[in-house]
């Protein structure tokens, strides 16, 4: 049963302290998105990747975040330093073909920073 | 920005009742998607939808593109269908609608 997975699932951490949450996305599927739900903000894309290679990262503060993919099973996302502000649950999703095919989403990462 | 609102923002059902949720946005699109949010936080793509319509089992959404709203149809709901219903729609950028929450009773 293949399926995107997250980790870690939960974090606490302290303001100032960096964050790293990782995605490994469904064998064989070459898009990875990266959104984050916040109760005020609703859901929002901060990123998304092809093949590796960033696409679209319009959506994540530029300052602070950072997304990579170092290889085709894991997509990385970091906070440098992390604010409350940044509290919320990050969900990855995968696509096997094209962006307009179904994206397959991980069971997220709940942040909380204190 | 392009503005994206949904209707109703709650819904209430007997189970094995239809339902149509509506997204409207304030301008042309690239493309439209529904998502669905069960109970437990986990998300599930529905459509790629920016225009016509698609069918998935007891789930169909319609998208008119010219009028700049979207449908999605759900028929004889079931409890499983409970959760918040998302659209998002594409254009340099990728907006969501706030949800609609819907809850199913047996």
């Known amino acids: ?114 | 920005g392009i503005q994206v609102e949904q209707s109703p923002p709650d819904l209430i059902l007997q189970e094995g009742a239809n339902s149509t949720l509506r997204c409207n946005f304030s301008d042309s699109v690239n493309n439209l998607q529904w998502f669905h949010q069960n109970p437990w936080g986990q998300l599930i793509n529905l459509f790629y939808i920016p225009s016509g319509t698609k069918q998935n089992g007891r789930l169909s959404a319609t998208t008119v593109a010219t009028e700049r709203y979207s449908l999605l149809y759900i028929s004889s709901s079931q409890t499983t269908d409970s959760g918040v219903y998302f659209c998002a729609v594409n254009i340099n950028d990728m907006r969501f609608g706030a949800g609609t929450r819907l809850t199913v009773k047996p």
């Open chain 1, 1 to 114: 049963d293949a399926r995107v997975t997250q980790t870690p699932r939960h974090k606490v951490t302290e303001m100032g302290q960096e964050v790293t949450m990782r995605c490994q996305p469904i064998l064989g599927h070459n898009t990875v998105f990266w959104y984050r739900q916040t109760m005020m903000q609703g859901l929002e894309l901060l990123a998304y990747f092809r093949n590796r290679a960033p696409l679209d990262d319009s959506g994540m503060p530029k300052d602070r975040f950072s997304a990579e993919m170092p290889d085709a099973t894991l997509a990385t996302l970091k906070i440098q330093p992390s604010e409350p502000r940044d509290s919320a649950v990050y969900f990855c999703a995968s696509v096997r073909g094209a962006i307009t095919d179904t994206q397959y989403f991980g069971p997220g990462t709940r942040l909380t920073v204190l």
